[in-house]
């Protein structure tokens, strides 16, 4: 009686739950983080896990120059990225080591240990997606209440009234650097009665005096100011974006004048249309906390001769909800609340007031990773105490086995 082959639906699922694709994976992101370890010192941080980890980068061509060349151009083949090869592991875990696993008091270890590896990666996602990271400076006696990002630029337009700034509107970062050097974007700012066109953007740029008559007739100058394009510098937080801004009023009347913006220019640039005047400026991303924070004392100690601190921390006050409450912040001692934790990143001291740099990071998946280590002890323990309670009592039968009793003497 010949028997049935499994249907294409069972096979999928064989697949997808079996333990070689699981080895074909951890093999993967073994191999995806030693090269990414390797490109690291020449590319960066930042570019190294936007090429290897993002959720866009659904493959990756490692670019070492060990690797073998062809017409000077090193050869390798592409790998897949370790995003999707995450989510795929993903599946087989939650498939062969969740769904098709044997139920029972035996393998309960297995399967927590398996759910706590699952929780992990889900954690992963979540942080990928929906993690926010920046730097708050303060200084001694100073307080803050929001946040810089690393690396995203945006550019806020704000109206001049009686020289104060109205609310500004900010032009998203994401629409900004998706832009190459040659594109253009426009931004309708209909309140403000103003359109944006947005071009040239740089990466990494310099803001530069040119002379207007020797100047190339290819080089955007506005004022006798311009913008160098320079290389990217792997250290992304050190990168100064820049852009040309046309700001152009939605009637005839209002014309239209060019901007040269700068993230390293700490003043906006002014323009006047229709009568009324704008400020524009390109800055890093500001995001605000829901609590303020005071630095009381910024303490450190720079190495001998050197300007690079060895040691650091901070006294801070944190006033929230109308009430404050003191913390000390140092290496591997954050403050937590709210959903943010704030690390100390930086210390500088110039001789008038010390400065502490705080790394904030809103991850709603922060403690998830430390919960999953915990569930996977308690599996793991339960596994390995059941198999060990078993080989004890195996062995205590086979030694009463082997023992024969005497034989009665008369």
């Not at 403000?192 to 071009?199: F, I, N, P, Q």
């Not at 990494?204 to 100047?215: C, I, L, Q, T």
């Not at 394009?229 to 820049?242: D, I, Q, S, V, Y």
Request: net charge neutral; with cysteine.
């Amino acid at each position: 009686m010949a028997i049935a082959s499994p249907s294409i639906p069972v096979r999928l699922f064989r697949f997808f739950s079996g333990f070689g694709l699981a080895v074909t994976c951890l093999l993967l992101l073994l191999i995806l983080t030693w090269l990414s370890t390797l490109e690291q010192p020449a590319k960066g941080l930042y570019e190294v896990q936007k090429r290897y980890y993002d959720a866009e980068a659904w493959y990756v061509v490692p670019e070492l120059n060990w690797l073998p060349k062809i017409n000077g151009k090193p050869v390798s083949l592409p790998l897949p990225g370790a995003y999707l090869v995450s989510a795929v592991l993903f599946v087989n875990l939650f498939l062969g080591g969740i769904i098709r696993i044997r139920k029972g008091w035996r393998n309960i270890g297995v399967v927590i240990s398996h759910f706590s590896m699952v929780s992990l990666l889900i954690a992963g996602f979540v942080s990928h997606h929906y993690s926010k990271e920046g730097i708050m400076a303060v200084y001694q006696d100073d307080t803050s209440d929001f946040a810089q990002s690393y690396t995203e630029y945006t550019i806020e337009v704000a109206e001049i009234v009686n020289g104060e700034k109205t609310r500004p509107y900010v032009l998203p970062a994401k629409h900004l650097k998706s832009l190459a050097a040659d594109q253009s974007r426009m931004f309708e700012l209909p309140d403000l009665g103003l359109e944006l066109k947005v071009s040239g953007w740089m990466r990494n740029s310099a803001r530069v005096k040119v002379d207007k008559d020797g100047a190339s007739q290819d080089v955007v100058q506005v004022d006798g100011w311009a913008l160098q394009w320079l290389e990217t510098n792997p250290t992304e937080e050190l990168n100064l974006a820049g852009c040309h801004v046309n700001v152009v009023a939605d009637n005839e009347d209002g014309g239209d004048k060019l901007l040269v913006l700068h993230g390293g220019d700490p003043n906006a640039c002014t323009v006047t249309m229709n009568g009324k005047i704008y400020s524009l400026r390109l800055m890093r991303e500001i995001w605000p906390m829901p609590f303020q924070v005071r630095l009381d004392k910024s303490i450190g100690e720079y190495y001998p001769g050197t300007r690079k601190p060895s040691t650091f921390q901070s006294d801070i006050t944190r006033i929230a909800d109308g009430s404050e409450q003191s913390f000390r912040i140092k290496m591997n001692e954050p403050m937590r609340y709210g959903g943010y934790t704030l690390y100390q990143a930086r210390w500088e001291d110039r001789g008038d007031r010390p400065m502490s740099g705080f790394a904030i990071v809103r991850n709603p998946s922060d403690q998830w990773p430390k919960y999953s280590l915990y569930i996977s002890i308690l599996g793991l323990t339960i596994h390995f105490g059941m198999k060990l309670g078993g080989f004890v009592g195996k062995s205590s039968k086979s030694k009463n086995k082997d023992v024969t009793p005497d034989k009665a003497t008369a």
